[in-house]
């Protein structure tokens, strides 16, 4: 019997390939035929993922490509081609359905491309190779080369997703991997940006089964499941019944990230979650601009409003992680504007702030708008925008410098005391990490790897040049932030001597039976804080605290 392998190139090795798992199971269920499956990451040699390949000798092997793989599966293809003259090559995913024949005809070697969705489509090319049944010309979703030339066949109609079978049944190779699960299919809104817009055909999978498959994820203590659905709370009902069971039947442990629309949440599901374990479910949020011009040339319906006071109520619960998008380099956004929606979420204060830059995908609207917008971008994946008629080239790497800084200081959640004791004293917060960033840049820093408590250290030498900081201040809240994360080896050369204080707090330490694990730190003015790591806050991972009275030493 001929021998089909799907490969994946992963990102990294924690992630796993959900679209090649789908083709995989939904090809043995409906044809009875086992396909295998290859995963490697984009670290890995290219000739070492050859070697293993070239092992398998399979008849048909076919990658899921993507833009952060396509360049080195492009490599992969050419090379495999000469060691394995017999081989069919198939290629699928959204970097290769919208220009197949434009791929096919720079890549020869390459048999066919599955285009959109692939389940049907790959089980009826097993079906053709494996079985000997039915012809290229009669399949539809693939566009492929027979005797030179191309061939398009038109487009798959789409699958109700209830005969999509379950992907996970063993999780033993999913081991310290995280998991994707989709319940629907397609979004129905049309930014311009995303790839998602293009399917309008909205499908869902039936709440019965995926109730049944989450309670998969819970039965087996998966510490985290990803949701892929694009806009997850589109639909109410559907959103509020995962919701609810995920909340009835909570294992504890389990976390499930969802991407959704915020000013669509309704105030029972605010309610609801407001009851949630901390950690039971995160929110990601894409907000992407605040510019009114921006929002309407890209097709964006969103009531900014209605999202502040959303993600205000969520937070107010103390429970949920949210992640909040901006892009940059949007129609209408100029660097003022984007700083302005910077500042306008950032005073929302939520989990993580995520600045990504415009990236034109082939066959996105924004793709075939691009030269109207007077948006250039990069050749190559990830084709990300390199400026604008609104924007500069330099206006934008003044946006990646602020980038990296929110990533460090901000999404870390490592400087929350920090930050809340020096912002004030700068114009705005925007304003903060760009100088912050280009003090970096002048020291040769930007580039460096840097230990966490170094990352303290630049910043203080970065205050001590701010004249209107009070540094004392400062560092008091660095050592806070400091502590509450783990317990030094050794204290920060700047922290403020504590020898009178020692004999007190070893006598406090024994009196109270602190354990070793457990750290006490003086501050100002004669506060004394024990921090306890065994107990951490679920959402930011930081020690409990307890404020101890001095006079529980005395006899």
């Not at 306008?344 to 924004?366: D, I, N, T």
């Amino acid at each position: 019997m001929k021998k089909m392998i799907l490969a994946a190139v992963n990102a990294k090795y924690i992630h796993s390939n959900l679209a090649v798992y789908s083709l995989k199971t939904y090809c043995q269920k409906k044809q009875g035929i086992g396909i295998g499956l290859k995963e490697y990451t984009i670290n890995q040699q290219k000739e070492e993922i050859m070697r293993d390949l070239y092992g398998e000798n399979p008849d048909v092997l076919a990658f899921s490509c993507y833009i952060w793989n396509i360049s080195m599966v492009k490599e992969l293809l050419c090379e495999l081609s000469k060691v394995l003259p017999h081989t069919c090559f198939w290629v699928g995913g959204p970097e290769v359905s919208y220009d197949a024949r434009q791929f096919l005809e720079e890549n020869p070697w390459v048999t066919g491309v599955m285009k959109g969705e692939g389940e049907e489509t790959f089980s009826c090319l097993a079906g053709y190779y494996i079985k000997g049944e039915g012809e290229l010309e009669r399949i539809e979703g693939i566009t492929f080369q027979k005797d030179g030339e191309i061939l398009e066949n038109p487009w798959r109609e789409p699958l109700d997703l209830d005969t999509v079978p379950f992907v996970y049944e063993q999780l033993q190779e999913f081991q310290n991997r995280i998991l994707y699960y989709e319940s629907s299919r397609g979004c129905p809104f049309s930014c311009s940006y995303c790839l998602s817009s293009v399917d309008k055909r909205l499908r869902f999978r039936s709440p019965e089964r995926v109730k049944k498959e989450l309670q998969f994820f819970l039965d087996w203590q998966v510490p985290q499941v990803k949701f892929v659905d694009r806009t997850f709370n589109c639909k109410k009902d559907h959103a509020l019944e995962i919701w609810k069971y995920l909340a009835e039947h909570d294992n504890g442990i389990t976390n499930f990230h969802f991407e959704i629309s915020a000013d669509l949440l309704t105030d029972e599901e605010i309610q609801l979650m407001k009851k949630m374990r901390p950690g039971l479910i995160q929110l990601e949020i894409g907000v992407q601009s605040v510019n009114e011009d921006t929002l309407k040339a890209i097709g964006r319906k969103m009531d900014f409003s209605r999202v502040k006071e959303r993600v205000r109520q969520v937070k107010e619960g103390g429970n949920i992680h949210q992640h909040l998008d901006l892009i940059a380099g949007l129609p209408w956004e100029d660097l003022e504007s984007f700083h302005r929606s910077f500042e306008e979420v950032y005073a929302l204060e939520p989990e993580q702030l995520q600045l990504g830059f415009l990236k034109v995908l082939k066959g996105s609207r924004m793709y075939e708008e691009a030269k109207n917008c007077g948006c250039v971008y990069q050749g190559k994946e990830p084709y990300e925008v390199l400026f604008t008629r609104w924007i500069s080239y330099g206006e934008l790497l003044q946006l990646k410098t602020v980038e990296s800084m929110v990533e460090i200081y901000y999404n870390s959640c490592q400087f929350v005391n920090t930050l809340k004791t020096i912002l004030p004293w700068f114009t705005d917060a925007f304003t903060f990490y760009l100088e912050l960033g280009n003090y970096y840049e002048e020291q040769g820093y930007l580039l460096l790897s840097h230990s966490r408590l170094r990352r303290y250290e630049i910043l203080r030498e970065f205050l001590k040049k701010q004249k209107q900081i009070p540094l004392r201040e400062a560092e008091e809240a660095m050592l806070l932030d400091l502590y509450l994360r783990e317990r030094l080896k050794s204290r920060p050369a700047w922290a403020p001597e504590r020898g009178s204080y020692e004999k007190k707090l070893n006598r406090l330490r024994k009196k109270r039976q602190i354990p070793k694990t457990a750290h006490i730190e003086v501050f100002e003015p004669g506060r004394i804080l024990l921090f306890d790591y065994e107990n951490r806050d679920p959402l930011t991972k930081n020690a409990r605290v307890e404020e101890l009275d001095w006079n529980l030493d005395e006899e």
